[in-house]
T-cell receptor, first 117, second 114 residues
Framework: GAVVSQHPSWVICKSGTSVKIECRSL??????MFWYRQFPKQSLMLMAT?????????EQGVEKDKFLINHASLTLSTLTVTSAHPEDSSFYIC?????????????FGPGTRLLVL | AQKITQTQPGMFVQEKEAVTLDCTYD???????LFWYKQPSSGEMIFLIY????DQQNATEGRYSLNFQKARKSANLVISASQLGDSAMYFC???????????WGAGTKLIIKP
């Protein structure tokens, strides 16, 4: 199956700092990557969709200046949480697909747990 | 209206028993896909099985099978011979032809008892 890596797995940072999370597709080219946020005991909440070489599409209510997404290549997308605050503490998980067909499976990275002190 | 409904917040099942996790969906698209994912406590989302709306047969993957009842708009996941390692959150998701994003259910927490 397709493999997606995510780095780092855990981040603890001070309030006001920026945190960058990397999402890589290791054995396929990802035309589209998705960034999700998940609160405890809840389902995934889509934050944004990114396509290689173009600006990310953000979901309603997600601040694009707060959560910067860069999809620089077909195998790498990054999410930067700028000026992080305690309310940004969450589990962030990315996924990637290689095509646009109805049955195209989203493969997920292992996720990043962010704790802002 | 909820597009994906998982009515079971949690389930306890005895090891080696079969378990059915419910999922109903709502869409007006004639073409759509249904997915099941498993999320263990580690957090990773593991793809389990896929069913396309035009697929004639129910999907199967090892111990996982999907009981697809199109008229009822249900896509229940069946796990046969459950194992302790099956304990996890299980999410049902749908992709409509008109939108490549996944729509997620609230999830079901499955606990397998020894």
């Amino acid at each position: 199956g397709a493999v997606v890596s995510q780095h780092p797995s855990w981040v603890i940072c001070k309030s006001g700092t920026s945190v960058k999370i990397e999402c890589r597709s290791l054995d396929f080219q990802a035309t589209t990557m998705f960034w999700y946020r998940q609160f405890p005991k809840q389902s995934l909440m889509l934050m944004a969709t990114s396509n290689e070489g173009s600006k990310a599409t953000y979901e309603q209510g997600v601040e694009k200046d707060k959560f910067l997404i860069n999809h620089a290549s077909l195998t790498l997308s990054t999410l930067t949480v700028t000026s992080a605050h305690p309310e940004d503490s969450s589990f962030y998980i990315c996924s990637a697909i290689s095509g646009s067909g109805i049955g195209e499976t989203q493969y997920f990275g292992p996720g990043t747990r962010l704790l802002v002190l | 209206a909820q597009k994906i409904t998982q009515t079971q917040p949690g389930m306890f099942v005895q090891e080696k028993e079969a378990v059915t996790l419910d999922c109903t969906y709502d869409t007006s698209d004639p073409s759509y896909g249904l997915f099941w994912y498993k999320q263990p406590s580690s957090g990773e989302m593991i793809f389990l099985i896929y069913q396309g709306s035009y697929d004639q047969q129910n999907a199967t993957e090892g111990r996982y099978s999907l009981n697809f009842q199109k008229a009822r708009k249900s896509a229940n996941l069946v796990i046969s011979a459950s194992q302790l390692g099956d304990s996890a959150m299980y999410f049902c998701a749908m992709r409509e032809d008109s939108n490549y994003q996944l729509i997620w259910g609230a999830g079901t927490k499955l606990i397998i008892k020894p």
